[in-house]
């Protein structure tokens, strides 16, 4: 059974640029969240979407978006970059039934440099 | 807000020796404690998870115990082997959370042969 798998791997791009990151979840389930990790502020939960409708959404500015397609499949958007968007952003998965906690299945992420 | 605090930041034992890491959350509605380890280059793995309805749970070298009262929970491993060595991260959640984790800081463990 295939993991989550994100990419693209690495990018690198300028300040003001936009960039669109692609998740795609591990068959079956529906949920997937997006989580930001930086040495210094740790792993910090972007938003969560279930049913091509966001579900939960942490503080990040509104820069931060993102998609959920009828197949799962999620992209995340970063509109107007700036330096301290650099960072590893990670994708997760689970069956999503929603109410009760659930396992997060992780992907390998995508690393963002602004430079 | 919702926090998890996660003590030490660094760990090294040697192998064999056994490695404890402890989490402090902040939302006494918190329910759900999954652990997660970090390898270099790669995502967080989920390796063990705790409900608030359970005190301890084991899976092999790994166990997690849970104390609700005083909101703390911790990670321990025994007969740690080189092959442990990563970063290791607490979280929690509550109901309704969907995939929603607070994250500790991470603790870096090294096992030294």
């Known amino acids: 059974k295939a993991g989550v798998t994100q990419t693209p791997r690495y990018l690198i791009k300028t300040r003001g640029q936009q960039v669109t990151l692609s998740c795609s979840p591990i068959s079956g389930h529906r949920s997937v969240s997006w989580y930001q990790q930086t040495p210094g502020q740790g792993l910090q939960f972007l938003f969560e979407?279930?049913?091509?409708?966001q579900r939960n959404k942490g503080n990040f500015p509104g820069r931060f978006s993102g998609r959920q397609f009828s197949n799962s499949r999620s992209e995340m958007n970063v509109s107007t970059l700036e330096l301290g968007d650099s960072a590893l952003y990670l994708c997760?998965?689970?069956w999503g039934t929603g109410g009760f906690n659930e396992k997060l299945f992780f992907g390998s992420g995508t690393q963002l440099s602004v430079l | 807000g919702e926090n998890v605090e996660q003590h030490p930041s660094t760990l090294s034992v040697q192998e064999g020796d056994s490695a404890v890491i402890k989490c402090t959350y902040s939302?006494?509605?918190?329910?759900?404690f999954p652990w997660y380890k970090q390898e270099l280059g790669k995502g967080p793995q989920l390796i063990i998870d705790?409900?608030?309805?359970?005190g301890e749970k084991k899976d092999q070298r790994i166990a997690v115990t849970l104390n609700k009262t005083a909101k703390h929970f911790s990670l321990h491993i025994t007969e740690t082997q080189p092959e442990d060595s990563a970063v290791y991260f607490c979280a929690a959640s509550r109901d309704n959370q969907g995939g929603k984790l607070i994250f500790g800081q991470g603790t870096e463990l090294s096992v030294k042969p």
């Open positions: 939302d006494s509605a918190s329910n759900y």
């Open positions: 705790i409900r608030s309805n359970v």
């Open positions: 979407y279930f049913s091509e409708t």
């Open positions: 997760a998965s689970s």
